[in-house]
């Protein structure tokens, strides 16, 4: 089986809207994210809303014309630094194509945008029992910047 490609997601491309609407549903389905589907008014909605977003940048894994991951990423701002971070909000593998390295090469692909668009550092938040995701976080440079909240972590990575 080849390794999938890593592109940036073009919302006015069909395939790309469903595969970006099922790996999100799947991934919000799963006990971790609170294993509740998105409503049919989310799924509806969430591709118009993000292409609403100037500041989303969205990147999808895709293996034989099948997306098998997706990372959906929005610039910010950092006052201290007085330069823009790139914020990790989803990131999200198909249960079956998990352990093959597509997370590191959605990471890969978000973090040669954020160092593009000459960002100070990535971000997320990660969910303290998501055990594989903080180890795939922490592998490919994330440090845990403290708590979010009882069931969070904020992690980040310094570029530069």
């Not at 990372?71 to 330069?83: K, Y």
């Not at 990790?88 to 590191?104: M, N, P």
């Not at 593009?116 to 440090?143: I, M, P, S, W």
Request: hydrophobic share 40%; glycine share 8%.
């Amino acid at each position: 089986m080849s390794s999938p490609s890593i592109v940036r997601a073009n919302l006015t491309d069909a395939m790309h809207q469903a595969g970006i609407v099922e790996l999100l549903n799947m991934y919000a389905s799963e006990p971790l994210q609170g294993g509740q589907p998105l409503s049919d008014e989310v799924k509806s909605r969430l591709i118009p809303a993000l292409a609403e977003q100037t500041n989303g940048r969205y990147f999808l894994a895709v293996q034989t014309d099948q997306p098998v991951g997706v990372s959906i990423c929005f610039v910010g701002f950092s006052t201290f630094s007085a330069l823009p971070i790139l914020n990790v909000h989803d990131l999200a593998v198909h249960r079956d194509f998990r352990g093959q390295g597509i997370g590191t090469k959605l990471l890969d692909a978000v973090e040669r945008e954020a160092i593009r668009l000459a960002c100070c550092k990535l971000t997320l938040e990660v969910q303290h029992e998501n055990v594989n995701a903080r180890r795939l976080y922490e592998r490919v440079g994330f440090d845990s910047g403290g708590p979010v909240g009882a069931d969070s972590s904020f992690m980040t990575k310094t570029l530069g």
